[in-house]
């Protein structure tokens, strides 16, 4: 059973760092994209960032270009993303998930095929 798992969420001061980890277990798949997504109150979930398994490709939206950096410890079987500066709009829940069969970054969160359950970033100003 594939499992993902988030931690590192927390509040910061504007200007702060967090590092959140995705931890992934049960997984038996060569090619694969990892992404963060976050959904703040009342918006829908929007995608952050996506490496992908294969070539380590990445993607990163607009919004967060320059601050958040995605990695990889395929020994720990281990997402991370590297948020600096972080802004009160970067307050949300952040998810990782996982997208099966694929070579190259995802961006649509239809395409993922599992979720982990979110861990909360709260960003004051």
């Known amino acids: 059973e594939v499992q993902l798992v988030e931690s590192g969420g927390g509040l910061v001061q504007a200007g702060g760092s967090l590092r959140l980890s995705c931890a992934a277990s049960?997984?038996?798949?060569?090619?694969?994209?990892i992404g963060w997504f976050r959904q703040a109150p009342g918006k829908e979930r929007e995608g952050v960032s996506c490496i992908s398994s294969s070539d380590g490709s990445t993607y990163y939206a607009d919004s967060v270009k320059g601050r958040f950096t995605i990695s990889s410890d395929n020994a720990k079987n281990t997402v991370y993303l590297q948020m600096n500066s972080l802004k009160p709009e970067d307050t949300a829940v952040y998810y990782c998930?996982?997208?099966?069969?694929?070579?190259?970054?995802?961006?649509?969160?239809?395409?993922?095929?599992?979720w982990g359950q979110g861990t909360q970033v709260t960003v004051s100003s």
């Open positions: 049960g997984f038996t798949f060569d090619d694969y994209a």
């Open positions: 998930a996982a997208a099966i069969g694929t070579i190259v970054v995802v961006t649509t969160r239809y395409e993922y095929d599992y």
